[in-house]
């Protein structure tokens, strides 16, 4: 077996940015044994992290490619906004769902889509967000979420 474990972004304080993606998004610092640069963080619930890069290379600001999904796209927006983070794509609705762009401090541009929740588990199966990392040391609270139904 193969799966993807992290996705470096290079950031200018990796701490800084840490605690942005904390605040902002409710992400947790994930701790992986050993010690060394990496500064890690994950939605909670989460498999694969973000492993923010201080100083490996020079800052280019733009798109990372990198996407998180959503069900509730209108509600996590409004939240982001709230905590001053900014969309240079708002919410924007395409034939598969919807999709929406957002920068961290740093000028690093993310997508946020939103997807019906039946084709994430369809596609992500027992990989879907809702499963517990292996790798994390410490119990983190999810954030408020509605009930499924």
């Not at 990796?14 to 044994?33: D, E, Y």
Request: aromatic content about 6%; some cysteine.
């Amino acid at each position: 077996m193969i799966a993807i474990a992290d996705m470096a972004v290079v950031v200018s304080d990796a701490r800084a940015s840490a605690s942005w993606w904390k605040q902002n998004l409710g992400f947790a610092s994930v701790t992986i044994g050993g010690s060394g640069h990496a500064v890690l963080i994950a939605p909670p619930g989460e498999r694969y992290v973000l492993h923010l890069c201080e100083g490996v290379a020079p800052l280019e600001p733009g798109d990372t490619g990198i996407a998180f999904v959503t069900d509730e796209m209108d509600a996590l927006v409004e939240r982001m906004r709230q905590r001053s983070v900014e969309f240079p794509e708002p919410p924007k609705r395409e034939a598969w769902g919807r999709r929406a762009r957002f920068a961290d401090p740093d000028g690093n541009i993310f997508w946020l889509l939103e997807v019906p929740s039946a084709m994430v588990r369809a596609t992500l199966g027992s990989r879907a967000p809702s499963a517990r990392p292996r790798h994390a040391r410490r119990k983190v609270a999810p954030l408020r979420r509605r009930p499924r139904t």
